[in-house]
């Protein structure tokens, strides 16, 4: 039996109701995060608290919950559910009587493989758009998208904007690492500004990586030595195969890959340890 938090009560995932009115049935217009539960404890959250309330106030979505409030909301649903390592997903939404729900739902880590294939998906998109620089519940795009990517045998689908330029993937921010370089999109293309990424950028950074934040056109796919692609449930993924419709591309170094990886895991150790 699943557990949902859902507008101050712990109920049955069956019981949860959320009426037709609500805009994000109607119009997409809610938010979500997705954090991952570790020992209990929802990594990074302030990250993500600071992002969702972030985007609440540039969507006219006014959320007036306090931080602890809020966590305290999901340690509640993670230990409903029994669950030591979780998925956590927190969705907040309008009414039309300018209230809002909170919806909060926490399930089992599914396993992950050693690395991702990726197929590449054209998607033309205004970089300004509130539906790719927030976490909005308009995602049907990404949802064809990553369907499309599991029915060709891979894990998530890298989008391409018209000028064949790499942006993100369905559920991720993607680098790429040719020589002692680390390269990914510019926030600027239009992608969602991650947390982990932050935190790939700031572990890159005090390592003195050298890290370019730019267009990305997928040409550079040729010169890239390793590639890799980061949310908060995966962590630092490897990448060993890219699909474009004219070619494939294989990755089989990982050099520095793991470094970042293992760098990023002593992080979120330190995070739950605290």
């Known amino acids: 039996m699943t557990l ?8 049955k995932e069956e019981d949860a109701k959320i009426s037709i009115n609500d805009l994000s049935y109607q119009f997409g217009y809610g938010l979500f995060e997705t954090l991952k539960g570790e020992d209990g404890m929802p990594v990074f959250f302030e990250d993500h608290y600071k992002r969702l309330t972030h985007s609440a106030r540039e969507l006219d979505m006014p959320f007036p919950v306090e931080q602890n409030e809020v966590k305290n909301w999901v340690k509640e649903v993670v230990k409903a559910n029994k669950l030591t390592k979780a998925r956590i997903k927190i969705i907040i939404s309008r009414k039309l009587e300018d209230k809002f729900n909170v919806l909060i739902i926490a399930s089992p880590l599914d396993n992950l493989p050693v690395s991702y294939s990726l197929i590449c998906w054209i998607l033309g998109r205004d970089s300004n758009s509130v539906s790719f620089r927030h976490k909005t519940t308009s995602r049907a795009d990404s949802y064809v998208a990553y ?5 060709d ?23 790429l690492v040719t020589g ?8 600027e293309s239009g992608i969602l500004s991650g947390v982990t990424r932050a935190k790939i950028l700031e572990i890159a950074r005090q390592r003195n990586f050298e890290i370019e934040e730019k267009i990305v056109h ?29 070619k494939e591309f294989s990755f089989n170094s990982r050099y520095i890959t793991d470094q970042i990886k293992k760098a990023y895991e002593l992080l979120v150790k330190d995070y739950v340890s605290i």
Do not use: W
């Open 147 to 151: 369907k499309k990517a599991l029915e």
């Open 218 to 246: 997928s040409l550079y796919l040729n010169k890239a030595d390793e590639v890799f692609i980061t949310n908060a449930i995966i962590g630092v993924m490897p990448v060993s195969k890219i699909k474009l419709p004219d």
């Open 4 to 11: 949902v938090f859902l507008n101050g009560q712990i109920i």
């Open 180 to 187: 002692d370089k680390i390269i990914t999109p510019l926030l």
């Open 153 to 175: 045998g891979c894990n998530d689908a890298l989008y391409l904007n018209e000028k064949n330029e790499l942006v993100e993937c369905t559920k991720a921010n993607i680098f």
